[in-house]
């Protein structure tokens, strides 16, 4: 029975790499669609995320049952407790990758981001690409210095969050309106892309430690 019950707990590791696997595909393929306003990548994106959410759904489950049947204590019910709020995290992230897909897709044929703001969009959308990358073998491995690599790219995330702001309320901005918005809106979701990862490498860091690194984790 013990043995059943690891490979259970495999299983469920096994299934927050395939969901994370999916989320970063789909945070590329958000990227890719947004710089070129290829409308068939921004639908890939969206579709997509209906199989992020199914897949979570099914792992939520999963892990509901272990905890019925097996009763885990200590280690293996961090195990079971962190991946269903691990879930949660990347279910979100998929959502955000839908949501700056779904950008691309309302303002196709245009360009969604202006010039002023096209190598800072760039920028965070690479940066959002590496963490998924990152987050990918954070759950592989559990390394405690993979999640403190996250952290650190989630501060460049902030720091270019921050500088789409200081141009959008700027004197020298004087593009519509709508673009303002989507402006706003689309940076907000790379960082809170970021910030999901973040609090995903808490878990990971509780998973391993059995303590959390801040008393609350600021995504959720």
Do not use: C
């Not at 696997?21 to 994106?45: F, G, N, P």
């Amino acid at each position: 029975m013990r043995e059943v019950f690891q490979q259970e707990l495999a299983e469920v590791q096994t299934r927050l790499v395939s969901i994370s696997e999916a989320v970063e595909t789909a945070i590329k393929l958000s990227h890719e669609a947004l710089h070129s306003s290829d409308v068939q990548l921004a639908e890939k994106v969206i579709a997509s995320d209906v199989n992020i959410d199914e897949q979570v759904d099914s792992l939520d489950e999963y892990s509901i049952d272990i905890m019925a049947r097996q009763g885990p204590v200590a280690r293996d019910l961090r195990i079971v407790v962190s991946s269903l709020r691990i879930s949660a995290s990347l279910e979100r992230m998929g959502d955000l990758a839908r949501h700056i897909a779904t950008l691309s897709r309302y303002r196709f044929p245009e360009e969604v981001v202006p010039g002023t703001l096209a190598e800072t969009f760039r920028e965070m959308g690479q940066l959002d690409i590496q963490i998924a990358g990152l987050l990918v073998e954070l759950l592989k491995t559990e390394s405690v210095d993979v999640g403190d690599r996250i952290r650190q790219l989630d501060d460049e995330v902030d720091a270019l969050h921050q500088r789409v702001f200081d141009v959008v309320l700027s004197d020298d901005w004087n593009e519509p309106s709508t673009v303002t918005v989507d402006m706003v809106l689309g940076s907000r979701y790379h960082e809170r892309f970021a910030d999901h990862a973040v609090s995903i490498a808490k878990k990971m860091n509780y998973l391993a430690t059995g303590e959390w690194t801040e008393a609350e984790d600021d995504a959720e």
